[in-house]
């Protein structure tokens, strides 16, 4: 019977990480611009790092992916008695995914009962076909105006005790910065890329695109791209950051003052970052300097590894200061079922359960031994 055939082929045990679930963490405090003031932190700049273009990779999206468990209570028996042995089935990947599920056994081991499941034959017992909903990472779930709520663009030389940083094109400059949150996760570094964007933690020269896709596992990952373009600080300010504070919160400001490549066109605009637990994470504009670059623009923002993010529509050139927001994990979904096995002779059995995705030709599998005693 081909139903059963793919359980009886199952042989390999294969183990996914299960999805780390972080917490959502929105909000922030109504912005008083009058109030702001250089906060007296200082952002320690790393050297900058020479930038080259990464190779270009068409991201793909990931396959189904489910993660069978399984236990059986108690691992050793007497002869006539029986073991408990639990099974779950959990979709870890980012589709949602259709899986045959079932287990196999041999003497010494037979199957007495199950519950979720059939016992076909004493060697076979086979659970329903279940659909498991995907699983979700962490990452940014909106990008949108927050009128009100948004600081909106200070210049920062306002500012005394600015960090400057003068950056050419393609390159990418570290700050040590005080700890932010973003998509549940505390950075204390960011990478300040010319081309208009940030990557949370920190980044590298491999981290440096005049465009990409958002989200896109290829590097950079975790991006915070208020003008991801391909831009040039050769012949303008560059980078300038500064800490402020209103009294009562605080922000990381970094400030590009950089050109469009190849032109003397400037674009000047912000990133504000809330250092106070909670993700805040607002875009600001001169909008006297923001006009279509003439080139791919990509505003928005993704998670560390790039299966999660959100971006206005291609080519969009922001008219208003914009806040991200961000979402937190989410398990996908399971199907259990346990079987009951009985010993029938002395020796060591084990009991193979199964999951096969609808269309995949190999199960996933898991063993675990029982050992039946006289
Ligand atoms: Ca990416």
Known sequence: MITTRWIRAAVAAVVVPLLAVAAPAPASAKPDPDKLKAAGKRLVA????????????????????????????????????????????????ATTAVV??????????????????????????KAPRATLAPARAAGPSGIAPDPGNVFGYIPLTAFGGNTVRPIGDEEITELDVPSFVFNGTAYTRVGVSSNG??????????????????????????????????????????????????????WIVVEW????????????????????????VQYAYKFDTISDPGRPLTIGAENADGTVGVRLPAGTVPTVDLRVTSTG?????????????????????KVVSAAKLLGATTPITTATTVTVER
């Open 46 to 93: 790393k050297p900058p790092i020479r930038g080259v273009r990464p190779p270009g990779g068409t991201p793909t999206a990931p396959p189904a992916t489910v993660e069978l468990t399984q236990s059986c209570t108690p691992a050793t028996i007497k002869v006539k008695a029986t073991t408990t042995c639990s099974v779950t089935a959990e979709n870890t990947g």
């Open 100 to 125: 045959d599920l079932g287990s196999v056994t041999m003497p010494p081991l037979l199957f007495a009962g199950a519950t979720g499941a059939t016992v076909t034959t004493p060697q076979i017992t």
């Open 197 to 250: 964007y940030l990557v949370a933690g920190g980044g590298a020269a491999t981290d440096v695109a005049p465009s990409g896709a958002l989200p896109g596992p290829a590097r950079p990952n975790n991006v915070i791209a208020p003008f991801w373009t391909d831009l040039d600080g050769t012949g303008a300010t560059g980078i300038l950051a500064n800490v402020l504070t209103d009294g009562v919160g605080s």
């Open 257 to 280: 003052q950089v050109n469009v490549k190849g032109t003397t066109s400037p674009r000047v605009f912000q990133a504000w970052i809330g250092t106070n637990g909670v993700q805040d």
């Open 329 to 349: 994990g989410r398990p996908g979904g399971t199907a259990s079922w346990t079987v009951t096995l009985k010993g029938v002779s002395k020796g060591t059995g």
